[in-house]
T-cell receptor, first 115, second 115 residues
Framework: ETGVTQTPRHLVMGMTNKKSLKCEQH?????MYWYKQSAKKPLELMFV???????ENNSVPSRFSPECPNSSHLFLHLHTLQPEDSALYLC??????????????FGEGSWLTVV | AQSVAQPEDQVNVAEGNPLTVKCTYS??????LFWYVQYPNRGLQFLLKYITGDNLVKGSYGFEAEFNKSQTSFHLKKPSALVSDSALYFCAVRDPGSSASKIIFGSGTRLSIRP
């Protein structure tokens, strides 16, 4: 149990579907993240929310749409995805305070397959 | 600019033998350094971190890591490997003056422990 819960753990969707990934953190953190992990590629930071404001959006295609309704919940809305979007999507959280360690804690991930 | 390198894609060790997973980094000033482990079909799990102080840091599951400033290294070690240690290990670095989202992850080293 990491304190960061992701659902669903596995998702198969067609290219015309709309689905969402959900993340909830129980660590009292004020920052949340979406990462993408593909085979044979480095971890890619997609989005960062700090105090519910999006502070980073690393050139992610608009078919990925994040939502952070409060500091404990983070969603990734998926629409018109491509097969190359198939990957493990990791949610993470941390405290984001100056001059502190701000260790990032990850969820178990959501395996996404686009067919 | 900060960077981190894990020079070995794969490390193979016999059960009961000591193991080392290598990591070198580049960052201006004193770094924050982290190790994470990823078991099959799971998310990244925080193992240990170096902030300041004692160069030998102890973490979960009997792992430890040694910070060596002159060699800019932060190698992960364990005196006696277990088959259950087989997993993917990530080293990460961050400039203490930056936010948590600026953490840089290495490409990962797959550790395989044979019975």
């Amino acid at each position: 149990e990491t304190g960061v819960t992701q659902t669903p753990r596995h998702l198969v969707m067609g290219m015309t579907n709309k689905k969402s990934l959900k993340c909830e953190q129980h660590l009292g953190h004020n920052a949340m993240y979406w990462y993408k992990q593909s085979a044979k590629k480095p971890l890619e930071l997609m989005f960062v929310y700090s105090l519910e404001e999006r502070v980073e959006n690393n050139s992610v295609p608009s078919r990925f749409s994040p939502e952070c309704p409060n500091s404990s919940h983070l969603f990734l809305h998926l629409h018109t995805l491509q097969p190359e979007d198939s990957a493990l999507y990791l949610c993470a959280s941390s405290q984001d305070r100056p001059q502190t360690t701000n260790t990032i804690y990850f969820g178990e991930g959501s395996w996404l397959t686009v067919v | 600019a900060q960077s981190v390198a894990q020079p070995e894609d794969q490390v193979n060790v016999a059960e009961g033998n000591p193991l080392t997973v290598k990591c070198t980094y580049s960052v201006s000033g004193n770094p924050y350094l982290f190790w994470y482990v990823q078991y099959p079909n799971r998310g990244l799990q925080f193992l240990l971190k170096y902030i300041t102080g004692d160069n030998l840091v102890k973490g979960s599951y009997g792992f430890e890591a040694e910070f060596n400033k002159s060699q800019t290294s932060f190698h992960l070690k364990k005196p006696s490997a277990l088959v259950s240690d087989s997993a993917l290990y990530f080293c990460a670095v961050r400039d203490p003056g930056s936010s948590a989202s600026k953490i840089i992850f290495g490409s990962g080293t797959r550790l395989s422990i044979r019975p």
